[in-house]
Nanobody, 113 residues
């Protein structure tokens, strides 16, 4: 059974940093691309970033230069390091398996003073 479990969300002030993690199980993590998707209050889903099996990465323009996606294949864990956070980064962040077939339950990130 595929499981994706996010953790690390919370409340942070504008300009602050946060690292969100996603523990994966039930599939061969190291061979699959992984993605972060977010959903802001009252808005649709927004693709944030993807990391491929070879470690190559892509970012949405809205987070480029501020967010860093990474993976630890030994720990079957996906990360996103979020720096210089803005109020508009407030959202539920989801960890998503390639093909968008499996999603985590999401973790809330709130950027507010």
């Amino acid at each position: 059974e595929v499981q994706l479990v996010e953790s690390g969300g919370g409340l942070v002030q504008p300009g602050g940093s946060l690292r969100v993690s996603c523990a994966a199980s039930g599939f061969t993590f190291s061979t699959d691309a992984m993605t972060w998707v977010r959903q802001a209050p009252g808005k649709g889903l927004e693709w944030v970033s993807t990391i491929r099996r070879d470690g190559g990465t892509n970012y949405a323009d809205s987070v480029k230069g501020r967010f860093t996606i990474s993976r630890d294949n030994a720990k079957n864990t996906l990360y996103v390091q979020m720096n210089s956070l803005k109020p508009e980064d407030t959202a539920v962040y989801y960890c998503v398996h390639q093909g968008y077939d499996y999603w985590g339950q999401g973790t809330q990130v709130t950027v507010s003073s």
